[in-house]
């Protein structure tokens, strides 16, 4: 949708990346500028999807404009009146959507749908006909998702028309901007590379690094970054769901609030993957140790720093929500539950289930975006998308958790069935962290033998 995708930088000779790196700065601050405009398209889908609309109503023009120049040219008859047609096609068809945006708006977003629908089930299949030592489970989870996005648009339309533009354009500039970083980071942590050893997002590529005796140092650091992380977490993706999901006719429902938990922890994991691993999370520093890949004695300073963090902001949250005349916590404040609590009346076995499952996958994903051969600076990216499918699929069965210090920061302040309902949402996700972790350990990490 935009052109503001970042380089390929795979085939470049050695001077030009030599060049490149001396830029990184330049990349990451217009890749900064790029995801800033997604937030403010996020912030007013309507506004940009009329503004989108225009965009291309303006292009129809100019280009049947270009068109009917160009028929002016062609020395034969036939191609003149063959170029004249399109040309005026494109002109009128520009004209007709900028006089009547939202009906063009509709029209291109069952579009769009049915665009994405034809595109996840082709990339899906051939991410299957890709060898295993290929990139297929990404190509594979890329297709899942667009798949996914394709069928909540039709299933919503028309009344996606409303937003879903505009939510494209926003989400598409963020991720431009993601990448214009990543690649800047990249090309520094290269340039550095030769100097000192990396922390990467969600883990530390360096193996030995966290499985050394006793605490690594700077421990403190990371605890202020994984207590930052987890609040932002909380805040941005509860928050979405307490004050921006429900809103009269322009509430940004399911689709939105599962777009925002998968925001905070690609930009959570921006910005504080490199001094704590960017967990933000329980069930993930349980699944990295269980992988070897954390150190098992950080592993409960972790969690008070998470479970602090998710309750700041609970905090927080709790007293802008009081601001409102109509807010009451027995609403729920975003609490995860099941039976009488589920959005849509599922039982404490189908909870456990898709917790236990859904976790599982979600460090699986880390696990294996982080893996040393993935690319480098890429994994917030697809760990972010993973959670936004998490969510999407979750939502109606628990409110979604798989993550413990989410749901205990909620159930702490709404008290009885939420208490009384957490052990599961503690239960669950940690089984489906330490699965993911043994199965990554043992048959999927770098180290394993074919």
Avoid at 182 to 206: C, F, H, I, W, Y
Avoid at 257 to 286: I, K
Avoid at 366 to 372: A, P, V
């Amino acid at each position: 949708m935009t052109s503001f995708q970042a380089p390929d930088i795979t085939g470049l000779r050695g001077a030009d990346i030599a060049a490149l790196r001396d830029r990184w700065g330049y990349m990451v601050a217009f890749g900064v500028v790029v995801a800033l405009a997604g937030f403010v398209a996020l912030g007013s889908v309507v506004g940009s999807t009329v503004l989108t609309v225009l965009f291309v109503g303006a292009a129809m023009i100019v280009s049947g404009i270009v068109e009917m120049a160009y028929a002016v040219l062609v020395r034969s008859w036939k191609k003149f009146f063959l170029w004249t047609l399109i040309g005026l096609l494109y002109f009128a068809g520009g004209v007709a959507v900028i006089e009547n945006p939202m009906l063009a708006a509709s029209f291109l977003t069952l579009l769009l749908g049915a665009g994405l629908m034809a595109s996840g089930i082709v990339r899906t299949y051939l991410a299957f006909q890709l060898p295993k030592t290929g990139p297929w489970p990404m190509v594979a989870l890329s297709g899942v998702v667009t798949l996914a996005l394709g069928g909540v648009i039709i299933a919503g339309w028309p009344t996606t028309s409303l937003w879903v533009l505009g939510t494209f354009l926003g989400v598409d500039l963020i991720f431009a901007g993601a990448s214009w970083i990543g690649v800047g980071l990249s090309l520094k942590r290269a340039q550095d590379s030769q100097l000192t050893p990396s922390l990467g997002v969600m883990g530390s590529e360096n193996r030995s690094f966290h499985m050394q005796d006793g605490f690594a140092p700077g421990l403190g650091r990371k605890l202020f970054a994984e207590f930052l992380g987890t609040f932002w977490l909380v805040f941005g993706g509860v928050g979405s769901a307490l004050i921006s999901a429900g809103f009269p006719q322009l509430g940004i429902g399911f689709t939105g609030v599962s777009l925002a938990f998968g925001l905070t922890v690609l930009t959570g994991a921006y910005a504080f993957g490199p001094v704590s691993g960017g967990h933000f999370n329980p069930a993930v520093s349980l699944g990295l140790a269980t992988a070897g890949r954390f150190s098992w004695k950080e592993l409960g300073p972790y969690w008070i720093a998470q479970l602090i963090g998710a309750t700041a902001a609970a905090f927080v949250l709790l007293q802008i929500m009081k601001g409102n005349i109509d807010f009451s916590l027995s609403a729920g404040f975003a609490a995860n539950g099941y039976e009488d609590h589920s959005p849509a009346g599922y039982t404490w076995q189908s909870g456990f289930l898709i917790e236990t499952v859904l976790t599982t996958f979600f460090l699986l994903v880390i696990l294996g975006t982080t893996e040393g051969r993935a690319p480098v600076g890429f994994a917030p990216i697809a760990i972010g998308l993973a959670l936004t499918l998490i969510h999407l699929v979750d939502i109606p069965v628990t409110n979604a958790s798989v993550n413990p210090a989410r749901s205990t920061s909620q159930a702490l302040f709404v008290g009885g069935w939420a208490l009384e309902q957490l052990w599961l949402f503690w239960v669950a996700p940690l089984l489906g962290g330490v699965i993911g972790g043994l199965i990554h350990r043992f048959t999927l990490a770098d180290d394993v033998r074919a």
